[in-house]
């Protein structure tokens, strides 16, 4: 099945409110991207607020990522399509990531922080963050640096860069909440 709350399925493994926000991030920009690459939006949604749902039970055991945060799934019924799709999401163990599917989550995974970052430095003001600033700031190696642009570059073989920069930035502004105390 697919959940049909994830964000409270997420909030049940995940305390960390940058974590919280990233995984929405990631959702929102899957989300987002879904129609251009024929894939269905609340799926893809579902796949990018979960895909880190194992990451504080793992503490730092990247062998164990989307590992554990399938069987967990798994354990809670989740359908197969979701909890592999997770489980692919660990670069470190799996680099196949050709499918438009594989692709976007890697991208976006990837990306979110990237444009968190960018907002930051605007005072919050995601809405006066741009394809340009993003695509300025990533060539800037040392900026938001545990974004890994080769990550980010998946997504060319199957979408245009600027517009899934677009659509990133479009997918962000959605979830975003600026102050984020209110
Ligand atoms: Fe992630």
Redesign the pocket.
């Known amino acids: 099945m697919i959940p049909s709350d994830p964000l409270s399925l997420l909030q049940e493994y995940v305390e960390s409110d940058p ?1 919280i926000e ?2 929405l991030a ?1 959702g929102a920009i899957m989300r987002e991207v879904a129609p251009s690459l024929d894939g269905d939006p609340d799926l893809w949604w579902t796949i990018g607020v979960l ?2 749902i194992d ?1 504080e039970i793992v503490n730092g055991d990247m062998a164990r990522h989307g590992v554990e945060g399938a069987t967990i799934l798994l354990s809670k019924g989740v359908s197969e399509e979701i909890t592999e799709a997770i489980q692919r ?1 660990n670069h470190l163990l799996f680099t196949d990531h050709s499918s438009p599917l594989d692709r976007a989550l890697q991208a976006s ?2 990306i ?2 990237l444009i968190i970052a960018c907002a930051l430095v605007k005072g919050g003001a995601i809405g006066d963050v741009t394809v340009r600033t993003v695509k300025k700031k990533m060539k800037d190696k040392g900026f938001a640096a545990g974004c890994d642009r080769d990550r980010i570059r998946t997504i060319e073989d199957v979408m245009d860069q600027d517009l899934f920069i677009e659509t990133a930035i479009k997918g962000i502004s959605r979830i975003w909440r600026w102050p984020r105390d209110e």
């Open positions: 974590l990233h995984c990631t895909h880190d990451y999401h995974d990837s979110s922080g």
